[in-house]
Structure formats: C-alpha cells, structure tokens
C-alpha cells in the first residue's frame, strides 16, 4: 500500500486576494475551481506546474470572524527556490518576509491570512 500526497488546505478569508498573493509571490496558478451549489463554500485548488502536489484553499461563506485562529503558527509549507536572491528582493519588495534565518540561509514570508511559508534555497 503506497500514499501520495495530494495538497494541503488553507482556510482563507478573502479567496480572490489569497489566490492573487500566491500567483504574485510563488508563481503558483489557478488549477481549478469547485463552489458548493448552496454558495456555502468555494475552492480553490493552486498548483506550481512541476510536480503533483496542490494547495487548496478555503473560503467558506458563513465564516463571520475576520481572520483565523492560527494558534502559534509553527506549522508552514517550503518551497525551494533557484534563485533565492531574486526570491527574496521580490519579497521584500512585497513586504511580507516576516522571519529570516540567515545562519541556515531560508526566510518566511506570511501570506494574508498570516499563514507562514518557508523560502530555501536549491541546493
């Protein structure tokens, strides 16, 4: 018996906004879209064209707070990089690096939901 991984779920409070922040930040494009009939919830599934694996976000309608309890944040997703100077000017630029380890070389940037994602370098 053998898993593989299929994608990775944020919930997101603004999707439009999420979906742009991904694609501007990562490059990551819109692989498709499923709305509940009901308008209940709508998804969108992001993918970076290399490999298989997706990030799906989250947008759920009755959802009244304006943000997520992300409690202590200490979970993230990494993407290498091949090119991480070019990376981290266009971060920066962004302005959403919001940690940096420069002992081992990586960076976070946070997304609009506060989501943390790990910038390394191809090694």
């Given at each position: 018996m053998?898993?593989?991984?299929?994608?990775?779920?944020?919930?997101?409070?603004?999707?439009?906004?999420?979906?742009?922040?991904?694609?501007?930040?990562l490059?990551?494009?819109?692989?498709?879209?499923?709305?509940?009939?009901?308008?209940?919830?709508?998804?969108?599934?992001?993918?970076?064209?290399?490999?298989?694996h997706?990030?799906?976000?989250?947008?759920?309608?009755?959802?009244?707070?304006?943000?997520?309890?992300?409690g202590?944040?200490?979970?993230?997703?990494?993407?290498v990089?091949?090119?991480?100077?070019?990376?981290?000017?266009?971060?920066?630029?962004?302005?959403?690096?919001?940690?940096?380890n420069?002992?081992?070389?990586?960076?976070?940037?946070?997304?609009?939901?506060?989501?943390?994602?790990?910038?390394?370098?191809?090694?």
């Amino acid at each position: 018996m053998k898993f593989t991984f299929a994608h990775n779920n944020f919930n997101v409070v603004d999707l439009e906004k999420s979906v742009s922040f991904y694609k501007e930040a990562l490059g990551l494009k819109e692989i498709r879209r499923h709305k509940a009939s009901d308008g209940s919830f709508e998804l969108a599934f992001l993918g970076d064209e290399r490999t298989n694996h997706q990030l799906e976000l989250t947008w759920l309608r009755d959802w009244e707070k304006d943000s997520y309890n992300l409690g202590d944040n200490e979970f993230h997703l990494a993407f290498v990089v091949d090119d991480m100077e070019a990376a981290y000017n266009k971060h920066k630029e962004m302005g959403c690096i919001c940690f940096e380890n420069k002992e081992m070389g990586i960076y976070f940037i946070n997304d609009p939901d506060n989501y943390w994602i790990e910038i390394v370098p191809n090694k």
